[in-house]
């Protein structure tokens, strides 16, 4: 049976299971500092979420391990060309997570048109703003999806249902799946930027996406909406590093972007030197997309079947560095 290190924490469910088919769990017992000396090795698997980073140096340093499980979406916190070279398979659990992710999206897009942490901070402070909070709805508006997978298609089915009209960017969508669900698909990320008043983050980061949303790009956005001065508005619940922090703090200052929200940022957790918390029209939250009970429930289920059937000799269904078998 397997020996396997989760360094990032898991639902007890989950860790159950592993155990009753016979693996040793590790939970939490290996310091992150110590990945890269060698303390993987001998171990048979490593599950992960976001905080723990195996690099190219630390995989090196892993003798015997055969798999590498990403409880949840992304894996750039993973060097997936190292790991191929070494042998070893990443799977990660892909939709566990999309409805939780789906919530906390539009959560943060109404929480931004209607002023919501704004308005209870002031009322907090003991103010009564009631005049300087008008908002704007989210009916009648553009709403531009950077990629368009199964997050980005869920968040489109709610705000559909709230009266908005989809747009996304997405180079690698087959064209007849946005046609099916009637939202209109760019050639070109600028054209999504000139259409759409509201901007959601639904991609990974990669050398391609790095500040993808930019000074430039932002200033394209419209402002208007059926005749309506609605304001800007982004949001990005995917992964930090996509927009440029600081020429969106920019834009809020001189009101390019009438409103911001991010739960995922470029260096994590963030500091009292990020800006943006400071700003008035802004509001974020920790990387919580994923932090729910039930996403909890499902992604440690998910992961841990993805192990156990790489572990068994088989190929995962959510292989995610090429073939094996």
Known sequence: MAKIAVTDGMAPEAVKVLENNGHTVALNSIPKKELISGALSGFDAIIVRSATKLTSEVIEA?????????AGVGVDNIDLEAAGNAGIMVVNAP????????????????SSLRHIA???RSLRNGKWEKKLLKGTELSGKKLGLIGYGRIAQGVANVARAMGMEIHTYDPYLPPKIAKSQGTYLHKKV?????????ISVHCNLTDETHH??????????PGKAGGISCGNHIVNCARGGIIDEDALFSALEDGTITSAALDVFEVEPISTDNLLVSHDNFHGTPHIGAATLEAQHRVGLDIVDAVMSALSGKEPETLVNGKFL
């Open 62 to 70: 892993s003798s015997g391990l055969k798999v590498i499980g990403r």
């Open 95 to 110: 939709r566990a997570s999309t409805q939780s992710v789906v919530e906390l999206t539009i959560g943060h897009l109404l």
């Open 118 to 120: 704004r308005a209870d």
């Open 190 to 198: 600028d054209t999504l930027f000139e259409a759409c008043t509201h």
């Open 212 to 221: 993808l949303v930019n000074a430039e790009r932002m200033s394209m956005m």
